[in-house]
């Protein structure tokens, strides 16, 4: 009995000297590092962690610091590492814009996951998509489009792969995905619709809208590659 208290204590004394140890000041947060960041800054991502210098560092839950820096919609993951004596390094990864929509005088930033980044007066390089069924009020940001939107998101993605793979991707300033039947294009710097029909044979369709663009340069119209392409290939129909 005398030998089991008295390595029982010992060991009691231990684990407390060793809590004591680690929740001391040696412990005390002296520097926040971040990593990743490009378009969200280091103040504000600091701001969001809610950690404060001269705070314990393991006083910091690393799930709940996660969470807070991830309610701005332009975080896509986060990850807190503790290296010690006195550093936190929070590593993140950011959503990036690649098309955008319109609400009223504004544009809404959108991501390739149909995440909604940001609503701003301020217009991007990237196009516009129109004719989504996400109601307006659900267009915020941080929230995401609605089902069948997202699905179109996929196939636009799919239009603007195949038309990048043939230097097109970067004349196109808007895609209207009312119907998914017939996605279209509008290239504006070129004066022309492109009207794409649904997702298949992409090459080939690309393939031909890019040799309209070779021959019919200058003059406005509609490009059509939602037919039978075997037989008439691809339809410019000018403008008069």
């Known amino acids: 009995i005398f030998r089991l ?20 000041s040696f412990f005390n947060i002296d520097n926040i590092v971040i990593v990743g960041n490009e378009k969200i800054t280091q103040e504000t991502i600091i701001s969001l962690s ?16 996660e969470q807070s820096i991830k309610t701005n919609a332009y975080i896509d993951s986060v990850k807190i590492k503790r290296k010690l004596p006195e550093t936190i390094e929070i590593q993140v990864v950011e959503r990036e814009p690649a098309y955008m929509l319109t609400l009223g005088n504004a544009y809404v930033y959108m991501n390739t996951q149909g995440y909604l980044l940001e609503i701003s007066q301020e217009k991007l390089q990237v196009p516009i998509i129109i004719g989504i069924l996400t109601p307006e009020d659900q267009i915020q940001e941080g929230s995401r489009l609605c089902v069948e939107d997202l699905q179109k998101l996929s196939s636009v993605i799919q239009i603007m792969d195949s038309a990048n793979n043939n230097d097109i991707g970067k004349l196109i300033t808007k895609i209207n995905v009312s119907d998914k039947q017939n996605y279209i294009l509008e290239l504006k710097s070129e004066k022309k619709n492109v009207h794409v029909g649904d997702t298949s044979n992409l090459s080939t369709k690309m393939l031909y809208v890019k040799k309209v663009l070779q021959n019919e340069k200058k003059k406005e119209g509609d490009i059509f590659v939602n037919t039978d392409l075997s037989t008439k290939g691809a339809v410019f129909r000018e403008k008069v």
């Open 50 to 65: 809610g950690i404060e210098l001269e705070q314990n560092t393991f006083k910091i839950s690393k799930r709940k610091v």
């Open 5 to 24: 208290i008295k390595w029982t204590s010992l060991v009691l004394l231990l684990i407390g000297g060793s809590i004591y140890f680690l929740l001391s």
